[in-house]
């Protein structure tokens, strides 16, 4: 007869090989709770046991002798659980006590194995901190013997003390592992610090030196030159600010996914233009494979966030591909798209696959440093990849490259009807004529502003702070107000509700549109900021495209006007 499984998990049976209570050296504070429990109780054998149900065996943990009953190698020896007075405590999680074993009826039915040197038995449960019953503190006389309730009590808060001990055994354990943790954890924060530096060094370099450069008396060809590897240089800053704010957003749930029809073939055809110059300057192939598609079929999905996920994927490859190729491959079918990216490069150690997506993960430390990087682009998109109902994986032989697959549940769409032609605008002819209030404490920010907004042909008018703008906006003729959230004194959020408590429409005055100016914009700031009575919002770094976009409502108003 074996010990039923569902009286003792095979979960809690690792946790007890795992404290050391199972198959372990002895200790003294189990010991000294043994030698008390068959002292106290005049006893001639006390025992801490365990349960092994998987192997039908009680493990003999601690065990005290008195008089002249000899343990002899009681403690580490183990017993069969199926046959015993102490299955039936971990049965019954409570204690039992046996009077005379060899008239017992467990015994007699031959239910129970009984033995002259075991006539008398009393055993109370043991439990790990989760409260589990796993183990028995059992007490046993050579001779028939009445327990009392006396009897019960005491071996039970001695159990109790045996408890404490397994407690603070997982509690060490425990904290073992947190601080295990804690310094993988800061080894991780480290390396990432340091590739992070470098990676913001290498942008900040192009920008500082070319700004050095552009200070210089150049012909026009050099000077577009470093224009370009400046604006190249800041969108890589930018990425970098990008990446940590997602994996923020990841980390604290707060990321949301869009759910609207798009094209997944022009989104690939999108990440292959963009990438296909890095690769040609490193000499390899760049190609794209779409199978299974119909002629414009649509899916309904996020498609901002799948071409982050296959920018990562790309840029990755064609970073760590020298010679070669790169395959960005698309398969669809009716319930959803497969896709796969694979190269001809490097490739990953196989110990370093299984930590491939968690933050600030690389390859090796000397690969890192020559291709660049700061592990944060793969747990992104495993995690962006997660939320849209995939799983993604990663295969490579050292030496011959890598593929990255997932599966995607994004069902097609029926083709959608063609868009009714609208008249469209560039937005910036709105900006002609207007009168724009800037108000923002950085006197750098705001000469950027004004230069772009006059380049526009707008007029534009300054405020230092909070304050300066109410008492400039409060005069009204202003077409649109550009309001940097966090300021001093009044915050940008301060400024706009007290214009709009001041009601300046009843005075025959108009406010213009309010524009909100900040680094922070979580969808949930963002309609903060709206709620708080914005009507749109602008996001730090800023663009000359990003504010002609803003033009469009000054357009707008200008043509409903005529």
Known sequence: MIFPQEHFAIQEEFILYDLELVDAPRERAFDNLTELAARLLNVERAMVIFGLASHDALYVKSAACTGAYDCGDCTGARYQLSRSFSREVLAEK???AVEDAPRDARVLEDKIDSTDECRAYLGVPLHLPSRSCVGVLCVTATEPRAWSDEDIRLLTQIAQCVDEQI???QALKETEIAEEKAREAAASRESFLAHMSHEIRTPLNGIIGGVDLLRLNINPGEREELVETIDRSAQNLLRLLNDALDLSKVDAGRMELEEAPFDPCAVAREVHKLFSPNAEAKGIALELKLNGFEPGEMRRGDAFRLQQVL???????????DTGRVVLSLTADQAGLGVRVRDSGCGIPPELLLKLFEPYSQAEASVARKKGGTGLGLAIVKSIVSLMGGDISARSTLGKGAEFSFDLPLPRLAAPPPPPARKTHSGATGFRGARVL???????????IRRMLEQLGATVVLAE??????ILASDGGFDMLLLDIQMPGLTGVEVIQALRAADLAAEGLSLGFAV?????????????????GFDACLAKPLRLDDLMALGEPLEKRSLTAV
């Open 311 to 321: 920018s990562n994927l790309v840029s990755n490859a064609v970073k760590f591909t």
């Open 167 to 169: 407690s603070l055994k």
């Open 465 to 470: 702070d909070g304050e300066e703008a109410v």
């Open 94 to 96: 409570g204690p039992i």
């Open 516 to 532: 909100a100016v900040t680094a922070n914009v979580f969808d949930e700031q963002v309609e903060g900021y709206l709620a708080a």
């Open 438 to 448: 800037v108000a923002d404490d950085s006197g750098a920010n705001r000469m950027l």
